[in-house]
């Protein structure tokens, strides 16, 4: 029997079906696609993902990393299970789960019966995972194209709150290899179904750096709302390009940095309505945040009502201006302008010669910090600012030093950033020690090193660095140049018009 | 007498009125003000800014610079304006006039009639605009909040065709004394206007630098498109946070360059259509290209029927792309990935040298080139390369030379890129006439300069300076310096195990 609508869902009268949720009947799904309905993401894949223990029976017979699972069907062998995997049991709905919905924890045998009754009982289809032991969860959304091509997402970090995605951040703070691994597992996840979409893959990351895959969601993710602001082609985008058949778009990120704060009623009714749009008031003040309001009708505690996502030029400064945004009681916010350069230097003696890059950075309105911060006599200070430059949203390091100058190449040693190194001339051999001791720095790790006690040199080659990618900054250093090509060229002209000794002797 | 249906305006129900458009009946706009509605802009700027000739007057008695003009109500009027002004003589309504409509030029005073019978004759309401020698249109969006403090967007060039904005180049490449300038002249302008909202402002730029204004409109603008996918905050949203009384949103860019194409009908109906929906494809496969398509029901020769963006690391990048979208027969486009680092060397014989920045830059998958350019030898080729790196997308360049070493320091004082040196030693003084040569750069000329013969770390260093931007590079640049920790920490192992003896001798 077919129904009646489905006759107009015939080939000629629609394109492509999707879903925007894996909840729906996957047997019409199928039957559909029978009659030629080009569904993508597939019904199969719907099938597969919407029953979370298929899900994972399908993953583990794919070669995905994943916690170990069983069925359980009664009390006896939710027991079996809890004897093989140990205590805390997380005890999970087969189906219609979401946010947390479904999911039960027994944290011994006493309590495998009332997570059970709390889950609806064994009728509704049960299953129990092995407790994975993660320090971050990690997520990563992954693009197919209908000729099964596929394009990944940076990989962001998740925390949630009660079982509730609350805040992402992108990209995850995780080291390269951490990255690719996650990007690996997503790949290989989404490449063992079948059809076109984006998908999200939620995994976990263990303390000793494996990954596990969580589950997969054939849809655009709240782990993806971040891309909307952040990424050259949203999920939302790339998810009609990928189901319509089009081309997809580039899904890195255009800004370096994101945070997604979930809003989540905070209370039932008007007082829940009141304390989110003081966050939302809060949100509107920081400049580079944007405010996602749903207009749901009805606040309910732990609902998802919207969402901001503040983009910025690093993690550190993102966090610190969600931070400002949480607290009740803040009424000014941290600028996006923090610190973009850090000007450090070995000794107070430095400073004559550091002074420069600082008035330098002044004429280009480059936001610094300046610090003495010396190898040998602070060694731990030059450890700390160093390894947690790059957090605070640091992008350059200037540091200047004297005779066995230590300073730049050691603070180059322990952050990725690009470290300037200014050689000041101390009191023995004109300098030549100090350049010669920052210049030569071994294989693997590079000072910029410019002329000795030529700090102004170093604020301009910080400005350069900064203009890739600010134009601004770079258009200013084309006016710096010409300004002292002008200035030049007027001496030029005195010198013409004077002669050579009324110059010299005015 | 009242309208029955500007009684639903009452405040109580109207928190704020706006226009998308400035032609609008402003005598019903200052009745509604009258009764209390807010309206943002001001009806009175409406008043000045529908009237082309009122909005001249207006501007020119706030010391705004723009063209000369007059009003001409007779044939004699509009000969002596032609005697003042001279010709070309630029002839516009009024009013009811945009996207070039109700302009109209005579060349001499032979074409003086026909112009003005184009436009309606004297009736409609005309005046007369001295010829602008302009060599660029520019144009400015401004943001002006209920408290009347102002946020500007960069500048923009503007190109049109037929008198249609056609295309959008962000920011607009002139020098950072224009920008400035152009900035100003915008401020000024919506300074003396009253009410909120977004205002943009065009502007001529003459051949001698002067900044004229053109004109005004008190809403989103064309000019500003780009500034859905390439600022922090589009000019819609910041309109709505204007005139809703809410903090303005930060309007810089989030991506260094963008250019924005509009669809305009290439011909009537069905095929054109066609056209440009296969337009509409070739632009889909550019990733960082976003299509905004209005479905408008018809087509017309000249309508603006939808937009494309493209943002990019320059706008040389995002120009080529432009220019391989329009190309008909094109079916492979330049991707996204245009060298970013340019490797160049004073001689084939540093190439056994700089050949370690190559494969640092292939470590880390940096699109890179390698090219000869000499200083000495090829001088022009040097400058050439030089003085257009930027343009063509270029973010660093490493520059190895020897001996009397010229080739980073020219190089630099050509460009407003980062510069890495990398002494080449040669035959005599072990290199050290090589690191002095490029070292020791005038104070407004910085080169970051590496070890003797060590372009390795020129490679590592250009991965630092563009991890500024990509924080995929930066995670690279990390996980590299944990590698070589490791690296080191195994060799210190085997010491251990083995002892320094057979360690020496295995």
């Known amino acids: 029997m077919t129904a009646p609508w489905s006759r107009n869902l015939q080939r000629d009268r629609c394109g492509v079906l999707t879903v925007e949720i894996e909840h729906v009947d996957v047997a019409t799904l199928e039957m559909l696609e029978q009659q030629g309905v080009d569904c993508q993401p597939k019904a199969s894949t719907i099938r597969i993902i919407q029953d979370k223990y298929l899900q994972k029976v399908h993953f583990s017979q794919h070669a995905i990393p994943l916690p170990e699972f069983m069925q359980i069907e009664d009390l006896e062998g939710a027991k079996r299970a809890g004897d093989l995997f140990g205590y805390p049991l997380m005890i999970k709905s087969k189906r219609l789960a979401y946010d947390g919905r479904g999911n039960a924890v027994a944290n011994s045998v006493e309590e495998l019966s009332s997570a059970v009754t709390a889950l609806g009982g064994f009728d509704r289809g049960l299953y129990v995972e092995k407790w994975a032991p993660f320090v971050k969860e990690l997520a990563v959304i992954v693009a197919r194209e209908r000729d099964d091509s596929i394009l990944c997402y940076p990989v962001v970090e998740t925390i949630h709150r009660e079982n509730i995605c609350h805040i992402v951040k992108a990209p995850a703070n995780v080291t390269w290899e951490i990255r690719n691994r996650a990007t690996d597992v997503a790949y290989k996840a989404v490449s063992s179904l079948e059809g076109a979409g984006v998908f999200a893959v939620e995994l976990f990351l263990t303390g000793d750096g494996q990954i596990l895959l969580n589950e997969v969601a054939p849809r655009p993710h709240n782990s993806g709302h971040h891309t909307i602001e952040s990424c050259y082609t949203s999920q939302y985008e790339q998810h009609l390009r990928a189901v319509a058949g089009l081309p997809l778009g580039d899904p890195s990120m255009k800004s370096p940095a994101a945070i997604m704060y979930n809003i989540l009623g905070e209370d039932e009714g008007e007082s829940g309505f009141v304390l989110a749009h003081q966050l939302i008031r809060r949100a509107l003040s920081i400049p580079r945040a944007t405010v996602h309001w749903y207009d749901k009708p009805e606040m309910r505690k732990q609902r998802k009502m919207g969402h901001v996502t503040i983009v910025g030029s690093s993690l550190g400064e993102v966090e610190e201006q969600l931070k400002a945004m949480l607290k009740e009681e803040s009424s000014s916010y ?165 002669g050579w000794e009324s110059y010299l002797n005015p």
Chains 1, 2 share one sequence.
């Open 334 to 498: 941290p600028s996006a302008v923090t610190p973009h350069v850090g000007i450090i230097m070995g000794s107070d003696s430095d400073l004559p010669v550091m002074k420069d890059a600082a008035r330098i950075l002044d004429m280009f309105a480059v936001p610094y910090e300046v610090k003495i911060v010396s190898a040998h006599r602070t060694p731990e200070v030059m450890f700390s600012y160093a390894s947690s430059a790059w957090q605070r949203g640091i992008q350059v390091i200037i540091a200047g030093a004297g005779g066995a100058a230590h300073l730049p190449g050691m603070v180059a040693a322990l952050t990725p950033l690009p470290v300037i190194g200014v050689p000041v001339r101390a009191s023995a051999l004109d300098g030549l020690d100090s350049l010669l001791s920052i210049v030569q720095m071994p294989r693997g790790v590079p000072v910029a090193t410019v002329a000795i006690n030529n700090a102004t040199n170093a604020g301009l080659l910080a400005v350069r660095m900064l203009g890739i990618k600010d134009v601004d900054l770079l258009a200013r250093m084309s006016q710096y140049q010409e300004d002292t090509k002008n200035d030049v060229l007027k001496k030029a002209e005195k010198l013409e018009n004077d």
